[in-house]
């Protein structure tokens, strides 16, 4: 155990030593970063004593909440038993191999191999080098161009934050790399409700943007596109029902593969076991990280389909490609276990049949609140965006970070919540109960009723 400290001394040696990721330097240290000390369930304690409700299962990865001890002893047996080896010269370990077949049992069809990666930027990574080998063997080379989109996530790696559509982040660092463009998000509130569409008819015409994009390039030079089934670090923003099916329609017309990034919607988030089957797609490639292990122990990867797993098999000699930690036995022992969780819990079915919809239905009831234009879900990922006028959908200026101050609230209220601009988002523990929703809403509803107290 590390030897406890007051909340001073570890902020001082915090600001001293630590670079935080996504963070200015400068204003945390001089702030204070919050130390998060223990957790249970969906409850986090910080060095103050406070308790608050993660609403964002850590970073969108606790799927089976805090203090599950059968993670927990699956590490320590493994790490007792074989705490290291690699996979690389014909080697392999039981639990790497078990959790492949675990993964390709509950995956869709036609998926039967897996790659393993470290975290879901280094999955996105292995997607473009399996991609483009894939369009090499074919005898089509010159295809290796990857459509994206705007405000999409894929990662914090050169090739991850390419894919990535936040243009703040290719401003550091001169992404996106070569073969890499973003077409918009379908996002209707910003990009359909004002031009009198329908949400399914703007699905349509944001999933033609796919095709405008692909002939911009010459459909021959097209490899793959990429997205999230639902957006989530760009907002939660959930697609029109008609969106995916009509991207699946193009994409096959075309012959490009398609890649679902399940990062975040993998593994029970939205009510199945993958994000591309609740919004009916059927992609060739899924990147993986997070809830395959929910987040106890870092592990990624890559479900490959059979048209690119037989093309590698079958023609590919040698992959030149992987990491120190691809089917890392601690990783992949904790994974088996949380698989099996999630499968006696019944966390899949809890959130589609009962905790999903219960959600959707409380989250409805928030639009009566003045600062709530709009709130939408799937499974247990939510947005409620915030508004100046609901009457006509208008807008705060950005440099009032509206968002920010709610988000403030929620910190000082015990309860954690993301802000996205003024979008505020939350993706709980697949575990939490409708009584947990109840609490979570009431403290959304505080933070709401304190921020519309501050503009005034
Ligand atoms: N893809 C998606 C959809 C994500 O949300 C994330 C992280 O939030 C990543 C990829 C990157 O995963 P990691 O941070 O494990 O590299």
Redesign the pocket.
Known sequence: MIPTRSTQAWQAADAAHFLHPFTDFKALGAKGARIIERADNIWLWDSEGQQILDAMSG??CVNVGYGQTALIDAATEQLRQLPFYNAFFQTATPPAIALAEALAAIAPPGFQHVFFAG????G?DTVVRMVRRYWDLQGQPQRQHIISRWNG????TMA?ASLGGMSYMHAQGGLPIPGISHIQQPYWWDHGRAQGLSREDFGLVAARWLEDEIQRLGPENVAAFIG?PVQ??GGVIVPPASYWPEIQRIADRHGILVVA?E??CGFGRTGNWWGSQTQGFRPDLM?F??GVTSGYIPL?GVMVGERVATALIEQGGEFEHGYTYSGHPVACAVGLANLKLIQELKLVEHVREDVGPYLAEQFARLKDHPLVGDAETCGLMGALLLVKDRVRGTAFAPEQGVGMVCRGHCFGNGLIMRAVGDRMIIAPPLVITRAQIEELVHRIRRALDLTLADLH
């Not at 975290?119 to 280094?122: I, K, P, R």
């Not at 996530?153 to 914090?156: I, K, L």
């Open positions: 970073l969108w975290s879901g930027s280094e996105n996530y894929h990662g914090s991850g999230e989530g670090a990034d990062v975040i990147t990280a997070k990624g």
